[in-house]
């Protein structure tokens, strides 16, 4: 199985930066795509930005110009800084990688247990 860690979620007043990390863990042999999706209160899970095994990003909207997702392949770790938050960013955010695995050769999806961000003065 593969295994994520999530970490660098907590609460930051509007204007203010996070930088969310997630570490993944397991019998893969290699990871495709990794993204980091959020879920806020009473609304569905969203897609907040992904990026490629070659470091080619996508962004939603809401955070383009103010998110940048980068990804260490050395650790097989992805990173999500999150900067000029304001309120409507809060929401549990979550990690999701794709990998290949001997089970799964055509890829699989795993996810983490999230994080909460909260924006708040």
């Known amino acids: 199985q593969v295994q994520l860690v999530e970490s660098g979620g907590g609460l930051v007043q509007p204007g203010g930066s996070l930088r969310l990390s997630c570490a993944a863990s397991?019998?893969?042999?290699?990871?495709?795509?990794m993204g980091w999706y959020r879920q806020a209160p009473g609304k569905e899970r969203e897609l907040v930005a992904a990026?490629?095994?070659?470091?080619?990003?996508n962004y939603a909207d809401s955070v383009k110009g103010r998110f940048a997702i980068s990804r260490d392949n050395a650790r097989d770790t992805v990173y999500l800084q999150m900067n000029s938050l304001k309120p409507e960013d809060t929401a549990v955010y979550y990690c999701?990688?794709?990998?290949?695995?001997?089970?799964?050769?055509?890829?699989?999806?795993?996810w983490g247990k999230g994080t909460l961000v909260t924006v708040s003065s």
């Open positions: 999701n990688v794709n990998t290949v695995t001997l089970r799964h050769p055509g890829g699989m999806d795993y």
């Open positions: 990026i490629t095994s070659g470091s080619s990003p």
């Open positions: 397991g019998e893969f042999f290699r990871i495709n795509v």
